[in-house]
């Protein structure tokens, strides 16, 4: 699911990949909006798929994080308001859900930006941090 969910440098929220158009992507806001749009091959487009932490022996992908924070809070948003938090505060957080991270490589604004996409995807029902199965080729790759 997490192939789907993009991210755009320079736009605020996530987007959910609908399908492919001319030389455009054709994206949907992962808001109560739900507004639909192209994206053009200018704009810089990542994959919440592609994404990962650094954790002290390897990278961890961000679907295990997103993981880890479930087990830890329930299928719920994050309890407490992360967008005020300290650094510490922050800090604290996310060794509870992640405990072997790279502290010199993982800042609290990464912190911060995780928590809020975990939130966004859990309050609109983009909550399906499963592993693709084997074998099984993610929608809009389909060419």
């Given at each position: 699911m997490l192939?789907?969910?993009?991210?755009?440098?320079?736009?605020?929220?996530?987007?959910?990949?609908?399908?492919?158009?001319?030389?455009?992507?054709?994206?949907?806001?992962?808001d109560?909006?739900?507004?639909r749009?192209?994206?053009?091959g200018?704009?810089?487009?990542v994959?919440?798929g592609?994404?990962s932490?650094?954790?002290?022996e390897?990278?961890?992908?961000l679907?295990?994080?997103?993981v880890?924070?479930?087990?830890?809070?329930?299928?719920k948003?994050?309890?407490?308001n992360?967008?005020?938090?300290?650094?510490?505060?922050?800090?604290?957080f996310f060794?509870?859900?992640?405990?072997?991270f790279?502290?010199?490589?993982?800042?609290p604004?990464?912190?911060?930006?995780?928590?809020?996409w975990?939130?966004?995807?859990?309050?609109?029902?983009?909550?399906?941090f499963?592993?693709?199965?084997a074998?099984?080729?993610?929608?809009e790759?389909?060419?």
């Open positions: 192939n789907e969910i993009l991210t755009i440098s320079g736009k605020p929220g996530l987007y959910k990949l609908l399908t492919r158009g001319r030389g455009a992507l054709i994206v949907e806001n992962i109560e909006s739900r507004k749009f192209p994206i053009q200018t704009d810089k487009v994959s919440l592609d994404i932490i650094f954790t002290d390897k990278e961890m992908p679907r295990e994080v997103f880890a924070i479930e087990e830890k809070l329930g299928k948003e994050i309890e407490f992360w967008k005020k938090a300290s650094n510490t505060q922050l800090l604290d060794a509870d859900i992640v405990p072997d790279d502290r010199d490589r993982v800042y604004s990464h912190i911060r930006k995780i928590a809020g975990y939130d966004l995807l859990v309050k609109y029902g983009e909550n399906d499963s592993e693709p199965k074998g099984e080729e993610p929608s790759k389909a060419e």
